[in-house]
Structure formats: structure tokens, C-alpha cells
């Protein structure tokens, strides 16, 4: 867990205390940094193993599974409970009531704003996912689905951006990457249809953090 979680990890620590056999089960605090929640990052963190480019946790002798995941599971094989709602978090300045909600999986974004009282104003940016790397969608007749981690609904003041500009090859985006990928290469070769060139520079291993869009300047 990050290290600014406190009583979440004092709780944890709290229940575990009480498990037999204590001690099969460790809480590790980590440094808060995004994105230090990423399956590869958190490896390396904690194990100081490398990932193989275009491999996945297992090639590295470790299998990852977030809370979320764990329940889902427990659920199945020991109450026969079927994953059919998760806990989301809905935010952005245009909601009316935002908060974390339990959602049905398929529920459409439109019932979803009536539940939370409607829109204070239209929203201009509509994302499923984080602020980071989540997806802008285009229709409130989209569903939410069982990986849906949240949906931000966006004013214009929050969802302004500068337009686009040819790449000033500044690195920003090479020094973030917690990938080690050359973002600004990829960009580039991606803009003049060069995908033999993108190939070449591993574009599969991109986590979709969103670091680089966000130092970009």
C-alpha cells in the first residue's frame, strides 16, 4: 500500500494480526508515486524483478491480483455471488452528488448521472477510467463493464488543454516513462504512419500511465 494510507494500513496490519497462521500474509508500504500502483512498478518495487518486454508477471515467477480481483473471487467460490456490481468512483466538477457508488456492471452512464442527482453544468469531457490514462466516450448510452474503475465528468475549466504543437524533442517524456520507452519517437513515427519504426521501439510495453501526455509540454 502507498505510504500516505495510513489507516488503511493499520487496519490491515490490525486483521492480519488476528489470522492463523499469522505472518503467511505481510502489509510492504510503499513510496506514494503514480504509478507506483502498475503491476511491472510494483514488482520491481517489491521484488526487484524485471518484467521481460513483452512478457507478462508470470515470466518473472509472480502473479498479481488487485483487492478488487480478491473479492470477486471470494465471492464466487465462497458465497456463489457472481461479479455483477463493483465499487466506482464517479467525480468531476459537472456531477451534482460525486462519490465512490456501487454500480451494477452494464449500467449506462445516463443512469448513472440521474443517481447522482444530474449535472450541475454539461460536462465538456466525459472519461471512463482515471484522469490519466482512462478513455473519453462520447454518449451517456455507454455501459460501465467489470473493469471500470470509475467515470470523471469534466467541466470545460477542467478539461482544457492546449492544442496540439509539433514535438519540441525536449526528453520530458523519455526521463518519465516508467517504461523506459522513447514516447517522443513513438509519436512521431505513429504521425508519419511509420509503424515498422513504432515496432521497433516496443510499443506494446506502454502501461497507458499517461505520464508522458502529462509532462509534455
Do not use: W
Request: glycine fraction near 12%.
Amino acid at each position: 500500500m502507498e505510504s500516505n494510507k495510513k489507516e488503511a494500513i493499520a487496519a490491515l496490519k490490525k486483521e492480519l494480526a488476528g489470522m492463523k497462521p499469522a505472518g503467511r500474509i505481510k502489509v510492504k508500504k510503499l513510496r506514494t508515486r503514480y504509478p507506483q500502483g502498475a503491476e511491472k512498478q510494483m514488482i520491481a518495487s517489491l521484488l526487484g524483478r524485471e518484467v521481460p518486454s513483452g512478457g507478462l508477471p508470470m515470466d518473472a515467477g509472480v502473479i498479481v491480483q488487485n483487492v478488487g480481483t480478491i473479492l470477486a473471487i471470494r465471492d464466487a467460490v465462497v458465497l456463489r455471488i457472481p461479479l455483477f456490481s463493483r465499487c466506482m468512483t464517479i467525480a468531476g466538477g459537472a456531477i451534482a452528488r460525486p462519490g465512490n457508488y456501487k454500480i451494477r456492471v452494464g449500467t449506462r452512464l445516463a443512469d448513472i448521472v440521474e443517481e447522482c442527482g444530474g449535472f450541475i453544468e454539461k460536462p465538456a469531457k466525459i472519461v471512463m477510467g482515471g484522469p490519466l490514462c482512462g478513455t473519453s466516450v462520447y454518449s451517456l448510452d455507454v455501459p460501465v463493464v467489470k473493469g471500470t474503475s470509475g467515470v470523471l465528468f469534466l467541466t470545460r475549466k477542467e478539461a482544457t488543454h492546449a492544442g496540439y504543437s509539433p514535438c519540441i524533442r525536449c526528453g520530458a517524456c523519455v526521463a518519465v516513462c516508467p517504461m523506459g520507452l522513447l514516447p517522443c519517437d513513438l509519436g512521431n513515427a505513429a504521425e508519419k504512419e511509420r509503424y515498422d519504426l513504432a515496432r521497433a521501439l516496443n510499443p506494446r510495453d506502454c502501461i497507458m500511465c499517461g505520464c508522458c501526455s502529462y509532462v509534455c509540454p
